[in-house]
């Protein structure tokens, strides 16, 4: 069974910082293609950064220099560090891992974990 986990959402000030942390069983990170996405209220859902299953990585623009993903294969763990954070990236942040089969992709996500900012 395939579980993704989020931790981590709270409260913070503009110009603070979250670490979120996506717990992963039931994958193997070596065939699966994981990342954060984050939809606010009234949007679609967006990717905020993805990591591949060899490592490389791709980040929104509005992510790109503020925050940082990071894989702990022992741990099965995705980090998500966002520092700089603006009121703009209030959202609820999603784990999902995905991977072609055949023709199709699947899909799994967590539950969401909620990050606010405001001052």
């Known amino acids: 069974q395939v579980q993704l986990v989020e931790s981590g959402g709270d409260s913070v000030q503009p110009g603070g910082s979250l670490r979120l942390s996506c717990a992963f069983s039931?994958?193997?990170?070596?065939?699966?293609?994981m990342g954060w996405y984050r939809q606010a209220p009234g949007k679609q859902r967006e990717l905020v950064v993805g990591?591949?299953?060899?490592?490389?990585?791709n980040y929104a623009d509005s992510a790109e220099g503020r925050f940082t993903i990071s894989r702990d294969n022992v741990k099965k763990t995705i980090d998500l560090q966002m520092n700089s954070l603006k009121p703009e990236d209030t959202a609820v942040y999603y784990c999902?891992?995905?991977?072609?089969?055949?023709?199709?992709?699947?899909?799994?996500w967590g539950q969401g974990t909620q990050v606010t900012v405001s001052s």
């Open positions: 999902n891992a995905k991977k072609m089969l055949g023709w199709r992709t699947v899909n799994y």
């Open positions: 990591i591949s299953s060899d490592g490389s990585t």
């Open positions: 039931g994958i193997s990170y070596r065939t699966y293609d």
